[in-house]
C-alpha cells in the first residue's frame, strides 16, 4: 500500500528539533511577560470576510495564498488564519477588549498561506505575534523594536539588520500612488505581467518586486516620504529619535511597503542576511485604521509578528544545542511482582519533581539495560525479586564512575537529587 506523507509546505517537528522550539518559546514568552503583554488566543478558523477586509483584497495573500472553503453545514465562507492581526482586532471589537484603556497583546501558534514551498517558506508555518491595542505612538512604536533587538540579544542572533519605513496616511499614499503609476506607465514596456497587472489594484507593492528590470524602474521613482505631511513626518522624526536614545541601529528603505494593506505610519522589517530569499524573521508596523475598517471604534493600533522557522533556523545553524534534560533514573525491573514496585517507584520519584523513565516492553537485564543508557539517564533504578523483598532499589550511576547502591525505595530520591 502506498504510505501517506505530510501535506508539502506542512512540516513534522521531531523531539530532537522539538527541544529547540520548546527552548525558544520559554524564551519568548519569558520576554513577553517582562514586556507586560497578556496572551489572547483566537481559533485557527475565521470567516473569510474578516482577512478579506483586513488584509486587502489586492494583495498576494487574499488573492491567492488563502485555505479558504465554504462550509455548507452552516452555509459561511471560512478560511484558516493567514496571519494573526486580524483576528486579534476582531476579537478586541467582539468582546470590547479596549474599553476601559489600550492593551498589550500576544499570541502564537500555526498560520496558513497557500504560497510555493521553499527553505523558509511553508504553507503551515508558525508565529509569535505582538499587538499594542489603543496606543497612538510613536512611544509603542519604539517600544516593539527596542523589545525586538533585545530579543535577538537574548537569542544570540548578532546578525540581524532592521529596515524602517513610514507610509504615511491613507490620504497621503492615495497622492503618492497616482504620481507612482503616472511613473510605472512611463516605463510600461519594461514592467512584468505583474506590475502590470497592479497598476490598478495595487501599485505600491510593485516597489517591492523582486524583478530586477522592474526595480530599474522603481529606483528612479519618487520616494513616498516626499509625500508625508507634518503629522507623519513628527510620528517618524520622534521614532527615529527614541531608537537613537535607544542605541538601535536602522536603515531607512523607502520602498518597504509590506504585503498587507492595513498598514500606516511606521512599518519595520528585521533581515537576516543568513537565510537566502526568506530572509525575513520579523515584521510589523501601525494600523490605526483597521478597528473601524472592522466595524469597531477607531482605535490606533500597532505591532508585529516572527516566523519561528525562520529564527529557529537562525539558531539551529549557529550551532544551538537545545538545553539538555535526560532523565534523572531509568527503572529497570525483572522478576514476579517487581512491575507493580517498579511503577509505584516511578510515580513517587516523579512526586518528587524528578524526571523517571519506567522500562516498557520487556526483555531481560541485560537489553534494559542497554535501553537504560541510551535513554540518556544519569542513574539506572534496578528492581529484581532480591530488592522487591527488601523494599529497596539498587542505583547504578550511568555517567560517572561512583559505586552502585543499595538504598531503601524511599531513600532514592534525595540520592538523585543529591547528584
Ligand atoms: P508578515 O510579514 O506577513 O506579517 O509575517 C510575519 C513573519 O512571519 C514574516 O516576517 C516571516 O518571518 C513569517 N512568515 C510569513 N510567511 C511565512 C511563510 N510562508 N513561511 C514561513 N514564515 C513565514 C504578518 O503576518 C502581520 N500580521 C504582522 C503584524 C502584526 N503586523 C502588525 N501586527
Given at each position: 500500500m502506498q504510505t501517506l506523507q505530510a501535506v508539502r509546505g506542512m512540516n513534522d517537528v521531531l523531539p530532537d528539533e522539538a527541544e529547540l522550539w520548546l527552548d525558544f518559546e520559554a524564551t519568548v514568552q519569558d520576554w513577553l511577560a517582562r514586556y507586560g503583554y497578556r496572551n489572547l488566543r483566537t481559533p485557527?478558523?475565521?470567516?473569510?470576510a474578516l482577512f478579506r477586509r483586513a488584509i486587502g483584497e489586492a494583495t498576494d495573500i487574499v488573492e491567492k495564498e488563502m485555505y479558504s472553503w465554504r462550509d455548507e453545514l452552516n452555509d459561511e465562507d471560512l478560511t484558516l488564519r493567514p496571519e494573526g492581526t486580524a483576528s486579534c482586532v476582531r476579537a478586541a471589537i467582539e468582546h470590547s477588549l479596549v474599553y476601559d484603556g489600550p492593551k498589550r497583546v500576544w499570541y502564537a501558534g500555526p498560520m496558513y498561506r497557500h504560497e510555493r514551498p521553499q527553505k523558509g517558506r511553508y504553507r503551515q508555518f508558525h508565529q509569535y505575534g505582538v499587538e499594542a491595542l489603543g496606543y497612538p505612538g510613536p512611544d509603542v512604536d519604539a517600544e516593539h523594536i527596542v523589545m525586538c533587538a533585545a530579543l535577538w540579544r537574548e537569542l544570540g542572533l548578532a546578525n540581524l539588520r532592521l529596515e524602517l519605513n513610514s507610509i504615511g496616511s491613507p490620504e497621503e499614499r492615495a497622492r503618492y500612488r497616482a504620481e507612482l503609476v503616472k511613473h510605472l506607465e512611463k516605463h510600461h514596456d519594461r514592467l512584468d505581467a505583474d506590475a502590470k497587472r497592479r497598476?490598478?489594484?495595487?501599485?505600491?507593492?510593485?516597489?517591492?518586486?523582486?524583478?530586477p528590470m522592474v526595480q530599474e524602474v522603481v529606483a528612479s521613482a519618487p520616494s513616498l516620504l516626499l509625500y508625508l505631511g507634518e503629522a507623519s513626518l513628527a510620528h517618524f522624526d520622534a521614532l527615529k529619535r527614541l531608537l537613537a536614545a535607544a542605541g538601535i541601529e536602522y536603515r531607512i528603505n523607502p520602498k518597504l511597503v509590506r504585503g498587507?494593506?492595513?498598514?500606516?505610519?511606521t512599518v519595520f522589517e528585521w533581515i537576516s542576511p543568513?537565510?537566502?530569499?526568506?530572509?525575513?524573521?520579523c515584521g510589523g508596523g501601525r494600523y490605526d485604521g483597521l478597528f473601524a475598517q472592522l466595524g469597531g471604534k477607531p482605535t490606533p493600533a500597532t505591532g508585529f509578528a516572527m516566523g519561528n522557522e525562520r529564527l529557529i533556523a537562525l539558531l539551529r545553524d549557529s550551532g544551538r544545542k537545545p538545553s539538555s534534560r535526560p532523565p534523572h533514573g531509568y527503572v529497570i525491573h525483572q522478576g514476579e511482582g517487581t512491575l507493580e514496585f517498579a511503577l509505584k517507584l516511578a510515580e513517587e520519584l516523579r512526586a518528587q519533581n524528578l524526571r523517571i523513565v519506567l522500562h516498557a516492553g520487556g526483555g531481560g537485564m541485560k537489553s534494559q539495560m542497554k535501553k537504560a543508557d541510551g535513554s540518556g539517564a544519569l542513574y539506572a533504578l534496578i528492581v529484581g525479586e532480591d530488592e522487591l523483598k527488601a523494599g529497596e532499589v539498587s542505583v547504578k550511576p550511568l555517567r560517572s564512575g561512583g559505586p552502585q547502591l543499595r538504598l531503601a525505595h524511599d531513600a532514592v530520591a534525595n540520592a538523585l537529587k543529591g547528584s
Amino acid at each position: 500500500m502506498q504510505t501517506l506523507q505530510a501535506v508539502r509546505g506542512m512540516n513534522d517537528v521531531l523531539p530532537d528539533e522539538a527541544e529547540l522550539w520548546l527552548d525558544f518559546e520559554a524564551t519568548v514568552q519569558d520576554w513577553l511577560a517582562r514586556y507586560g503583554y497578556r496572551n489572547l488566543r483566537t481559533p485557527l478558523v475565521e470567516h473569510t470576510a474578516l482577512f478579506r477586509r483586513a488584509i486587502g483584497e489586492a494583495t498576494d495573500i487574499v488573492e491567492k495564498e488563502m485555505y479558504s472553503w465554504r462550509d455548507e453545514l452552516n452555509d459561511e465562507d471560512l478560511t484558516l488564519r493567514p496571519e494573526g492581526t486580524a483576528s486579534c482586532v476582531r476579537a478586541a471589537i467582539e468582546h470590547s477588549l479596549v474599553y476601559d484603556g489600550p492593551k498589550r497583546v500576544w499570541y502564537a501558534g500555526p498560520m496558513y498561506r497557500h504560497e510555493r514551498p521553499q527553505k523558509g517558506r511553508y504553507r503551515q508555518f508558525h508565529q509569535y505575534g505582538v499587538e499594542a491595542l489603543g496606543y497612538p505612538g510613536p512611544d509603542v512604536d519604539a517600544e516593539h523594536i527596542v523589545m525586538c533587538a533585545a530579543l535577538w540579544r537574548e537569542l544570540g542572533l548578532a546578525n540581524l539588520r532592521l529596515e524602517l519605513n513610514s507610509i504615511g496616511s491613507p490620504e497621503e499614499r492615495a497622492r503618492y500612488r497616482a504620481e507612482l503609476v503616472k511613473h510605472l506607465e512611463k516605463h510600461h514596456d519594461r514592467l512584468d505581467a505583474d506590475a502590470k497587472r497592479r497598476l490598478q489594484t495595487n501599485p505600491l507593492r510593485t516597489l517591492d518586486s523582486k524583478n530586477p528590470m522592474v526595480q530599474e524602474v522603481v529606483a528612479s521613482a519618487p520616494s513616498l516620504l516626499l509625500y508625508l505631511g507634518e503629522a507623519s513626518l513628527a510620528h517618524f522624526d520622534a521614532l527615529k529619535r527614541l531608537l537613537a536614545a535607544a542605541g538601535i541601529e536602522y536603515r531607512i528603505n523607502p520602498k518597504l511597503v509590506r504585503g498587507l494593506d492595513y498598514y500606516n505610519l511606521t512599518v519595520f522589517e528585521w533581515i537576516s542576511p543568513d537565510l537566502g530569499a526568506q530572509g525575513t524573521v520579523c515584521g510589523g508596523g501601525r494600523y490605526d485604521g483597521l478597528f473601524a475598517q472592522l466595524g469597531g471604534k477607531p482605535t490606533p493600533a500597532t505591532g508585529f509578528a516572527m516566523g519561528n522557522e525562520r529564527l529557529i533556523a537562525l539558531l539551529r545553524d549557529s550551532g544551538r544545542k537545545p538545553s539538555s534534560r535526560p532523565p534523572h533514573g531509568y527503572v529497570i525491573h525483572q522478576g514476579e511482582g517487581t512491575l507493580e514496585f517498579a511503577l509505584k517507584l516511578a510515580e513517587e520519584l516523579r512526586a518528587q519533581n524528578l524526571r523517571i523513565v519506567l522500562h516498557a516492553g520487556g526483555g531481560g537485564m541485560k537489553s534494559q539495560m542497554k535501553k537504560a543508557d541510551g535513554s540518556g539517564a544519569l542513574y539506572a533504578l534496578i528492581v529484581g525479586e532480591d530488592e522487591l523483598k527488601a523494599g529497596e532499589v539498587s542505583v547504578k550511576p550511568l555517567r560517572s564512575g561512583g559505586p552502585q547502591l543499595r538504598l531503601a525505595h524511599d531513600a532514592v530520591a534525595n540520592a538523585l537529587k543529591g547528584s
